[in-house]
């Protein structure tokens, strides 16, 4: 595999996934460099919102697509935001409003048990019928105040208590060493070896 085209239009996940696979001699390009519209995401998991988007940019492009579904569960909101959590506080799409709107939801939890999950479909065409699926958890804590200039999303909110520092504050090897992301990528790029 050459060239494969993701399935999403957010800047940071394009960058994380153009740094994951360079060392693969992938090309990545966007949905939007070819003029493909975003997929609808209506399910209520990640795992068919992931396998809608990677169908459609494969039926549009005719090329593989790698689609992510993923965002942060909080235990005390019984895993929202989940499959909502770029669209939280609504539209247009704002990390700045989203991350008020946890906080504020936050308020009177004590417990501030979170995750970031994410679920990543391969599929080398539109009528793949085995799909590459991988999935990864980062596991942290939801802090009281947001801090740090790095990432996106969630980022300045989530807590890495095993190395004391926010997402936001972390470099992105580190990020990546130990992102949900991250790990994702490894369990589907294990996969995809045993494939070729």
């Not at 090329?63 to 235990?75: E, F, K, N, R, Y």
């Not at 506080?89 to 906080?103: E, F, H, M, T, V």
């Not at 990528?185 to 996969?191: A, S, T």
Request: proline share 5%; with cysteine.
């Amino acid at each position: 595999m050459k060239k494969l085209v993701i399935a999403s239009n957010n800047p940071g996940k394009l960058a994380e996934f153009q740094t994951l696979l360079a060392p693969l001699g992938i090309e990545v390009v966007t949905q939007s460099q070819l003029g493909i519209k975003e997929a609808e995401e209506p399910h209520h998991t990640f795992i068919e919102n992931a396998l809608a988007k990677a169908r459609h940019v494969s039926r549009e492009s005719g090329l593989p697509a790698l689609a992510d579904d993923s965002g942060i569960c909080v235990d005390a909101l019984n895993g929202m935001p989940g499959v909502i959590s770029a669209r939280f506080s609504g539209y247009p799409l704002s990390d700045q409003r989203n991350n008020k709107a946890l906080l504020e939801a936050m308020k009177t939890h004590t417990d501030r048990r979170a995750h970031y999950a994410c679920v990543l479909v391969l599929m080398r065409s539109a009528g793949d019928a085995q799909p590459l699926i991988a999935e990864g958890e980062w596991h942290g804590e939801i802090a009281l105040e947001s801090r740090g200039t790095g990432g996106f999303g969630y980022d300045p909110l989530f807590w890495v208590p095993e190395l004391g520092k926010m997402c936001s504050e972390l470099s992105h090897d580190e990020k990546h060493a130990i992102s949900h992301r991250g790990k994702a990528i490894q369990v589907l790029m294990q996969k995809l070896a045993l494939r070729t």
